[in-house]
């Protein structure tokens, strides 16, 4: 290769040199370096060790990013660009400082400072340990019924975590409730873990997380509890009926001879109550027949509630229409039609006694009218437990006018009248005069 050509290379090359800085010049004059500074970045834990666990107190900061890139993309990048982390790889139980790190997740991005550059970690070992299962008994069966031995499936759990939480632990707790119990309680629920005081521990892995518990519960010798079976006689009033009879309480403990108890029918009877014409509801205390040898636990009245209520029923009437709200100066020519049927629901007793257009009126309000044709639809004034079902028609015509203005009347001229002759000597036996009217009533339709 001659000096010639080496020459000419090397200006291309130089050539090509000065193209590229005088293009990088342009490049960072049209998109310049910049730098900002982005906060509140989470701090995350990467490649954690199975053999250890973090503290249940341990938290970590937030931090704080100087970043230097192409002001194109500083435009663009927000926070959840960058991931802060601490690798974990190489810690140890204890308290340790770990250097944050940071990952870009878009190119061209210098980090140039983070603030807080490490954080402070508290690392425990991880153990596992089998702790029993206890059943936390709340309240008590009721008399006559008494509690066996509690079942527990299974009898341990594995508790897993932090060496301290873990050791503290000293029971894993199921409670279960045997109020009102007369037969075997069975619940499965969730296990809570408590330490040597009682309270509770969390932050721990557990397996299995729920148990079942099993109570067997079984009635006493000598007790036995029956159900109340209300007694009535008679009928209520015509069109009322029995609706429910309840007993309070629903139930009774009776203690005395086991044989005589086992030779007792399911149920317990109490006085009969009298409901003969009944028209309301009944409520009476009163005794239950027991067998001798035999006595009740408390009282032994309950009290018995009788409901009574009146059968339902329809009627249909004939309504006619009452006018409210006229004007002074208006006057109704003519109502279309006259009258309205109307069928209603209700108690029997109180349907039997209605009276129409006394008890059960149909109102057409008028107010603020003048004169002319309207469509009204009447408004039901009903009793108490009464509902119309249906109105025909459901509305009627009604045409109202002006009142006819009165025609003066002239006042009539007044003659004077003479005196009559004084004929008291004339007419010797005089007869009382008598006047008779006879006035009818007509009720009006």
Partial sequence: MTSKTVDRLGTVALAFILAII????????????????????????????DTLVPVES??????????????????????????????????????????????AEVPNVDILNISPSAVVVRLEK?????????????????????????IITPTSVLVNGAESLVNSVRRAEVSIRLLDARSNVQITDFVSLRNSSGAIITGLNVEPRTVTITVPISQQQGVREESVRPRFEGQPAPNYIVTGVTADPATITLFGDPTVLDALPPFIETIPINIEGAVESIE?????????????MAAQA??????????????????????????????????????????LLGPLPRLQNITADLDVQAVLQLSNLGPGVYTISPIMVLPESVVAQT???????????????????????VTPTPNPPDLSGVFTNTLPLTSTSNITATAAP
């Fill in 58 to 103: 341990t938290s970590y900061p937030t931090v704080e990013v100087r970043v230097r890139a192409p002001r194109a993309i500083l435009e663009t990048i927000t926070r959840n660009a960058l991931n802060a982390y601490i690798d974990l790889n190489t810690a140890q139980a204890g308290r340790q400082e770990i250097q944050v790190q940071i990952d």
């Fill in 22 to 49: 005088v293009w990088v010049v342009a490049q960072q004059q049209e998109n310049p370096l910049q730098i900002t500074v982005i906060s509140d970045i989470p701090v995350q834990t990467r490649n954690l060790p």
């Fill in 302 to 343: 309950v009290k018995i509630r009788i409901d009574i209520e009146p059968l339902s029923g329809s009627v249909t009437t004939t309504l006619h229409p009452i006018v409210q709200g006229l004007a002074p100066n208006l006057t109704i020519t003519t109502i279309s039609p006259e009258s309205i049927d109307v069928l």
């Fill in 126 to 150: 991880r153990i596992s340990k089998e702790v029993p299962v206890v059943a936390n008994i709340i309240d008590s069966p009721p008399f006559g019924y008494i509690a066996d031995t509690t």
């Fill in 391 to 413: 109105i025909l028609p459901e509305a009627v015509q009604v045409t109202i006018a002006l009142k006819p203005t009165p025609t003066p009347t002239p006042t009539p001229t």
């Fill in 284 to 296: 009476e205390r009163v005794p239950v027949i027991v067998p001798e040898n035999v006595s009740v």
